[in-house]
């Protein structure tokens, strides 16, 4: 059909239409230029599908991939509900359990902030005795340094951790200066920290030193007690130092309870130690804290490097 021509045909049609024409015939001539478009609405439920038009097909089309993309939805959300029911079920048992699920970073971090704040009213208390490293070099105050982060670190993994209380410690010193070179965020540690001498801090009768030239060995870990480190890395091995300090002022002295769970292990340089590095010292601390169990506590912390293993370990 030319739509010219019907055009020119309607407008003729017009042209001699008396001009007193009233509106039904005027609304019967403007009928002739209504288009019949066959996509209305009400009529594409009612074609049937081998008639139907180009565009009706394509608005079926578009129809059913919509009716697709609301059930994916559906299904979706429905799947997350279950997960997110799955998870309130699992999280709930592991608290009870005592394990934590995997959280975000900030709550991590708010409860690490929390477990040890508590300890610092009811955990037991480790303090490092730094009142010993004016004599130690730059390499060994390096050593000190990472000692003391990684023993922090592993007493914010722990689920029972310690208060640790820094002594002898004065901002103004090349080790704090060292912390702070080496540790990102030492200046924010939750611990205390002191110019006082550890033997002027607490009250003498709740000392421990823990020192591996002591006659006692350490049977438990008392909370009542306040556990000493010397903050000492001196690599000409000077005997003693700790062990005499702790008599000079009358302090109960008390080593790690290597030989009555280990025995030595022959080796190539026949080298036997119980000398060890304070985080190695606390590791086994904590250990032995949570789990009650020296040798599976000393296995975490002394390494067979010093010459040591465990009594059922031997071949």
């Not at 015939?25 to 209504?34: K, T």
């Not at 914010?156 to 965020?185: H, Q, V």
């Not at 006692?216 to 700790?242: C, F, M, P, R, W």
Request: with cysteine.
């Amino acid at each position: 059909m030319d739509w010219r021509l019907e055009e020119s045909h309607v407008l003729q049609e017009q042209d001699i239409l008396p001009e007193d024409t009233d509106e039904d015939g005027i609304y019967e001539s403007f009928q002739l230029l209504q288009i019949d478009v066959e996509c209305e609405p009400q009529e594409r439920e009612a074609l049937p599908t081998g008639s139907a038009s180009w565009c009706s097909k394509n608005v079926q089309r578009k129809q059913r991939h919509w009716e697709k993309i609301v059930a994916a939805k559906k299904s979706k959300r429905k799947q997350e509900k279950e997960r997110r029911k799955a998870n309130r079920i699992e999280n709930s048992d592991n608290s009870n359990s005592g394990i934590y699920p995997q959280h975000s970073k900030r709550f991590l971090r708010s409860l690490t902030k929390e477990k040890l704040l508590e300890a610092k009213h009811s955990g037991p208390r480790l303090c490092i005795d730094l009142s010993m490293t004016h004599h130690m070099s730059k390499k060994e105050l390096s050593r000190l340094a990472g000692q003391i982060r990684r023993l922090y670190g592993s007493n914010r993994k722990a689920d029972r951790p310690f208060w640790i209380c820094l002594t002898g410690f004065t901002t103004d010193s090349p080790l704090y200066e060292e912390c702070l070179r080496m540790n990102d965020g030492f200046s924010s540690y939750l611990l205390d920290i002191t110019e006082e001498d550890c033997f002027s801090v607490f009250p003498l009768e709740t000392l421990v030193y823990l020192t591996p030239d002591s006659e006692h060995a350490l049977e438990d870990v008392d909370l009542n007690k306040v556990y000493i480190l010397g903050g000492l890395v001196d690599e000409s091995i000077q005997k003693k130092v700790t062990f005499q300090k702790a008599r000079e002022h009358s302090v109960k002295t008390a080593r790690l309870p290597i030989q009555e769970y280990m025995v030595r292990r022959q080796n190539g340089k026949n080298y036997h130690s119980e000398i060890l590095a304070i985080n190695q010292v606390f590791d086994i601390l904590s250990t032995y804290f949570e789990t009650q169990n020296w040798p599976e506590a000393l296995k975490k912390g002394v390494s067979s490097r010093k010459g040591y293993v465990l009594q059922n370990s031997v071949e």
